[in-house]
């Protein structure tokens, strides 16, 4: 095998119930993810021969604008560490060069650094054959990071713990969104730190029976009612251009708007495919955010899309 490619989605919380912060600096939650079919593509090949050779070498494409410059190239980065996790399982792993092909926004919420280290498990598992089970996988995206497990799982999931132990949520609505993506990101370690400050002594967080009844019927008014995310008030005391956001969407008809996890981006779920283009050229009018994004949730988990073989 020469290369390996996979296809790996973002994510947006469609309730995201937060605890008080543990002993060791994480919180509970109760997170429900939702795949969306906004994309990075993650590749491995057998490193091209020069002087000196990495185990894992690594390049980033996209048309993320300024946002690219902020994905580290460094041993920093989450697809590289995840890329030598599976090497530490797979003594024989040759150097290998991962190239990311990023269109999910960065620092932006949606978990894009979460994503390219699930799409570099895959696909290193794959192009070293080395036999990973999807156990192992997931517990190996649990030492990566709390979101780094539920790309491996896709669709709609609740994830408990610090969002790592998921449970799959059988849902059959195919449902439309608009993203709006801001300038510049969140760190999430600042949100959570601001939520701790506004909301000292929060209760145990608690799935919203509401929220998985609007899942299970697949009714889409439903769920924008249910829409939440205890975090929300966090990034928009750090963030507070994006209360216009979310306004703007709310006003231009969406059934549901949050702040997707730690923020920035905001999410909006719309009625129809129709309905979500006339929210995004409202959006994109008002001059509130840096772009927007239509697209369908939810989507599947990350899988290998071109697998080329021969030598
Ligand atoms: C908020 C969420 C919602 O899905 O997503 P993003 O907005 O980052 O996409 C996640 O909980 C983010 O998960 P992830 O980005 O993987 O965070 P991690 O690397 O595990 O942790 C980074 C830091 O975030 C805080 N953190 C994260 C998860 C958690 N359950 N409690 C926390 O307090 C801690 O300060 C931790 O040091
Ligand atoms: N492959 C990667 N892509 C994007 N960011 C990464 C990656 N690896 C590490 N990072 C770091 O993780 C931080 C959070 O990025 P990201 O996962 O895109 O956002 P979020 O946690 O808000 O969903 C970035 O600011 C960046 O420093």
Not at 193 to 199: I, K, P, Q, S
């Amino acid at each position: 095998m020469t290369a390996v490619t996979v296809r790996v989605p973002a994510k947006v919380n469609l309730q995201l119930a937060v605890g008080p912060v543990r002993g060791d600096g994480y919180h509970d939650l109760v997170n429900v993810f939702h795949a969306v079919a906004l994309f990075d593509e993650v590749t491995v090949r057998e490193a091209r021969p020069r002087a000196e050779r990495p185990l894992v070498g690594l390049s980033v494409s996209g048309d993320l604008g300024p946002h690219l410059a902020r994905v580290p190239l460094d041993d920093t980065n989450l697809a590289a560490r995840a890329a030598r996790l599976v090497a530490r399982e797979t003594p024989a792993a040759a150097p290998v060069d991962l190239h990311l092909h990023k269109r999910i926004p960065v620092a932006g919420g949606m978990a894009g650094g979460s994503a390219d280290a699930a799409g570099a498990l895959v696909a290193c598992n794959t192009f070293w054959s080395a036999g990973l089970s999807q156990g192992d996988l997931l517990a190996l995206a649990a030492e990566l990071g709390s979101d780094v497990a539920f790309p491996l799982v896709g669709g709609t999931a609740v994830g408990t713990g610090r969002g790592e132990v998921l449970t799959p949520v059988d849902s059959p609505g195919r449902y439309h969104w608009v993203f709006a993506l801001a300038e510049g990101g969140l760190s999430t370690p600042d949100v959570f730190a601001e939520y701790d400050r506004l909301r000292p002594g929060a209760p145990a967080p608690e799935g919203d029976p509401e929220l998985m009844a609007a899942l299970a019927a697949g009714d889409a008014a439903r769920l924008g009612a249910a829409l939440s995310n205890d975090l929300e008030p966090a990034a928009v005391s750090l963030r507070p251009d994006l209360a216009g956001v979310l306004d703007t969407g709310r006003a231009a008809g969406a059934l549901g708007a949050l702040v997707s996890g730690s923020g920035p981006t905001c999410a909006f779920l719309a009625a129809s495919a129709a309905g979500a283009v006339e929210i995004a050229a409202v959006l994109d009018a008002s001059g509130r955010c840096a772009a927007t994004v239509t697209t369908e949730g939810h989507a599947g988990r990350a899988e290998v899309v071109a697998p080329v073989a021969g030598r």
